[in-house]
């Protein structure tokens, strides 16, 4: 029988109401776990249960809380066939991404799940999301980092959330399903991880100075020289369509070629969801090649964040970053096959 260990990191799924509104509460959840007739049987893995010491709503985590992640399951990886981390929705696709990245030589299933409806409320969808990651963990035919969310196993630096509302919260428009679990759980195995980088080890993140930015028509280029500071070491521009940006390319291409040259590593991605970038589409999308862009192609946007992260960890030279992001990694973005 195949042995699981079950991470509580916070999030809905173990929140509890107060006056100020849902709220992690471990001891509910612990007690509210062992108490869960459904995983005693026979069909469910043996399991462990771990919490990280303290439990978040996941819009506070950070790189650091990556990290305590990564090593709780670097600590227990030869003890356990699979890990199953409960966390937050808001920031668990950033979250999966990064633990892609950080544990490299990954040769077990790592499903992150969690709910839109507290464990503690009559609707809640956290039972079965639970239940569905604990099987696919003790399973163990996904090698990978993945989301289980509302019935579909999606690879975690694919995924997106996008749904604050409906229990299918997340969705990875630009890669199949590695599963869905309807009456059975139907695996993908086409989808899964291919490649797996040597031993297994665990690579911790440096706190990186990042940012994100959304275009949008009209935007001024004061904008952008307030955000290229010589501290910034990357952003993801989330640019329109395929890669093109607004504004006067004479007016930017020196902003951001100054930028390029401080060590800035600039990612370009897609406000689209569907989407892949390519800058010499359009005359659009060219001024930023020429800046030193470099293209995120499929890539989410949380997949570019953590991607950045993990390189800058690596990596002290922006030029090895902007050579590797543009390279497919853990399976984060479809090959580019002419580069
Ligand atoms: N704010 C919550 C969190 O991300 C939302 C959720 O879990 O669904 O922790």
């Given at each position: 029988m195949s042995r699981i260990l079950l991470l509580h990191t916070g999030g809905t799924i173990g929140?509890?109401?107060?006056?100020?509104?849902?709220?992690?509460?471990g001891k509910y959840f612990r007690e509210a776990v062992f108490h869960m007739d459904s995983l005693k049987t026979?069909?469910?893995?043996?399991?462990?249960?771990?919490?990280?010491?303290?439990?978040?709503?996941?819009?506070?985590?950070k790189a650091?809380?990556?990290?305590?992640?990564?090593?709780?399951?670097a600590e227990n990886y030869d003890r356990f066939d699979g890990f199953v981390v409960l966390h937050g929705t808001d920031t668990m696709a950033y979250t999966a991404s990064a633990l892609s990245f950080m544990l490299?030589?990954?040769?077990?299933?790592?499903?992150?799940?969690?709910?839109?409806?507290?464990?503690?409320?009559?609707?809640?969808?956290?039972?079965?999301?639970?239940?569905?990651?604990?099987?696919?963990?003790?399973?163990?035919?996904?090698?990978?980092?993945?989301?289980?969310?509302?019935g579909l196993l999606l690879r975690g630096n694919r995924a997106t959330k996008y749904s604050a509302d409906g229990m299918q919260a997340f969705v990875s428009p630009n890669y199949a399903p590695l599963a869905t679990a309807g009456i059975s759980i139907q695996y993908n195995e086409n989808s899964f991880l291919a490649h797996r980088s040597g031993k297994f080890e665990c690579r911790p993140f440096a706190e990186v100075p990042i940012a994100v930015m959304k275009v949008f028509p009209g935007i001024q280029k004061e904008v952008f020289e307030s955000i290229f500071t010589d501290k910034l070491k990357g952003i993801v521009l989330e640019t329109f369509g395929s890669g093109n940006m607004p504004g006067d390319p004479e007016t930017l291409l020196p902003i951001f070629a100054k930028a390029a040259d401080n060590g800035t590593v600039i990612t370009v991605c897609s406000q689209c969801l569907q989407a892949t970038v390519d800058m010499n589409a359009y005359e659009a999308g060219s001024l930023l090649?020429?800046?030193?862009?470099?293209?995120?192609?499929?890539?989410?946007?949380?997949?570019?964040?953590?991607?950045?992260?993990?390189?800058?960890?690596?990596?002290?030279?922006?030029?090895?970053?902007?050579?590797n992001m543009e390279r497919d990694i853990r399976g984060e973005m479809s090959q580019k096959l002419d580069l």
């Open positions: 929140m509890t109401r107060t006056e100020k509104g849902y709220r992690p509460d026979k069909d469910m893995p043996e399991w462990e249960f771990m919490e990280t010491p303290k439990l978040l709503d996941s819009s506070r985590m650091s809380d990556w990290n305590l992640i990564g090593s709780a399951i490299k030589g990954l040769s077990k299933p790592v499903i992150l799940t969690g709910s839109q409806i507290p464990l503690c409320e009559t609707r809640s969808d956290g039972r079965d999301n639970l239940i569905t990651s604990m099987m696919i963990a003790g399973d163990a035919k996904v090698k990978e980092v993945c989301i289980y969310f509302g090649r020429s800046a030193g862009a470099v293209s995120g192609r499929d890539m989410t946007t949380e997949a570019a964040v953590a991607k950045l992260h993990y390189l800058f960890s690596v990596y002290q030279d922006a030029d090895q970053v902007r050579f």
